[in-house]
Every structure is written in structure tokens, then in C-alpha cells.
């Protein structure tokens, strides 16, 4: 039996967009447009970031209600990731976008314009994982990755996942990079994980995100 991927089901069926013959509006970069990091100034800068930037807690708000995060220090890149996308406004443009009962909700995608130009903004790179003591129990925060052509196991920056698994999905310990822990509002991820889902595992009704640090 195959291992389950946390990599996002939804990149290959889109959801419907209402008015589909409305042209597309184009976004010209600057030709001095330069993201703000790569993959060879990813390690350099995230630990740069880091020790400039010592927050922890992170509130996550939802229409469902608010799941309070605490970042590992153990886990010093994902950490510095994680805190630069919420203070660049990253995840607010995004949702859960899947959603599996008795295994994870997933967040850090979307299908909207400003996701996109806000990736294109931060860059494209990959973390090197951060394996440590923690392991993947209910309630684990974690960073999902590509299972195929990645033997370096490197993390995906954009996208997170929490487990909602009651025995935790150790299976997933050192195959993906734990990096934060739920420390109030397990009943939200309940409810998330509740939630009706289409084919793609993407809620029926969206699961938007508000992200601040606290």
C-alpha cells in the first residue's frame, strides 16, 4: 500500500470559476522585479530572518473558529518561513483547501490572483527539513513536500498541514518537517475536519484564513 502524500490533490482540478469569459487580468513585474528569496539564499536568509525575528505564537482565525499555534525554536527555518509569510499577509489570501477526516486539513493554497502574485513576490525555494523530537501527533503542525523527485525530503514554504488523526500519523515522522504544535482549539480542527469536501478534498464551503502573530 502506497504512503499518503500531504502534497496538495487540488493542483489538477481547479475549482469552477464564475465567469469564465472574463479575460484574465495580466500582472507586469517590473523588469528589476526581484523576489525576496531563492533557493541558493534560502538557508542564509531564513536563518538571518530567524534570529531577528524571536516570535512563537501565531493565531490562526477561521469562520469555524481560532486555532492557537506555537512555533518550535528546534525547527528555526520553517519557524522564520512561517513568520515571514504571516507577516507579508501570505496566508490570508489563502484557505484549507483539503481536507481528510482521521488524517489532516491542509492550508496555503487557493485559486485566487493574490495568492499567486504573492508567491511570485516571496519566491520559489524549497526548506531543507528540520527533523527533530517532535513527531507528528494529533494536533502537529507540519510542513507538506513532494513525495516524488525530492529525496532531500525539502519542505513546500507555502503549504502546511495540522493532524487530525486521534493516534497522530507517525508514519509521516522524519518524512515530513514538524515545526509547530496546536496549544488551544483542537475542537476548531474537529469541526474543520468535519467539513463536507468535493472530490478533490477541497471544502465545499471555503475555509478562509486570518493569520496574525502574537
Known amino acids: 500500500m502506497a504512503q499518503l502524500s500531504c502534497q496538495d490533490k487540488q493542483t489538477l482540478q481547479k475549482k469552477a470559476v464564475k465567469n ?13 522585479f526581484k523576489p525576496i528569496i531563492s533557493q541558493k539564499t534560502v538557508v542564509s536568509f531564513l536563518t538571518q ?14 469562520r469555524l473558529g481560532d486555532i492557537h499555534i506555537q512555533l518550535f525554536n528546534e525547527t528555526p527555518l520553517h519557524r522564520a518561513n512561517f513568520l515571514l509569510l504571516t507577516k507579508e499577509g501570505y496566508f490570508n489570501t489563502s484557505c484549507f483547501h483539503r481536507v481528510v477526516k482521521d488524517f489532516i486539513i491542509q492550508a496555503g493554497q487557493s485559486d485566487k490572483n493574490s495568492t ?99
Not at 524571536?54 to 493565531?59: A, P, Q, R, T
Not at 520559489?124 to 503542525?141: C, D, Q, S, V
Open 116 to 214: 499567486r502574485e504573492l508567491r511570485k513576490k516571496i519566491g520559489t525555494y524549497k526548506i531543507p527539513p528540520e527533523f527533530t523530537k517532535h513527531k507528528h501527533h494529533k494536533g502537529a503542525l507540519s510542513s507538506a513536500r513532494r513525495w516524488n523527485e525530492n529525496p532531500k525530503k525539502l519542505s513546500d514554504p507555502y503549504e502546511f498541514f495540522i493532524v487530525h488523526k486521534k493516534m497522530g500519523l507517525h508514519h509521516l515522522d522524519n518524512e515530513h518537517t514538524v515545526f509547530g504544535k496546536v496549544i488551544k482549539g483542537l475542537d476548531v480542527v474537529d469541526k474543520i475536519a468535519q467539513e463536507a469536501i468535493d472530490k478533490g478534498e477541497w471544502p465545499i464551503k471555503d475555509i478562509n484564513l486570518i493569520v496574525n502573530i502574537y
Open 49 to 62: 530572518y530567524a534570529s531577528k525575528h524571536k516570535e512563537n505564537n501565531v493565531l490562526i482565525k477561521t
Open 20 to 32: 469564465t469569459n472574463a479575460p484574465e487580468k495580466k500582472t507586469v513585474l517590473n523588469k528589476e
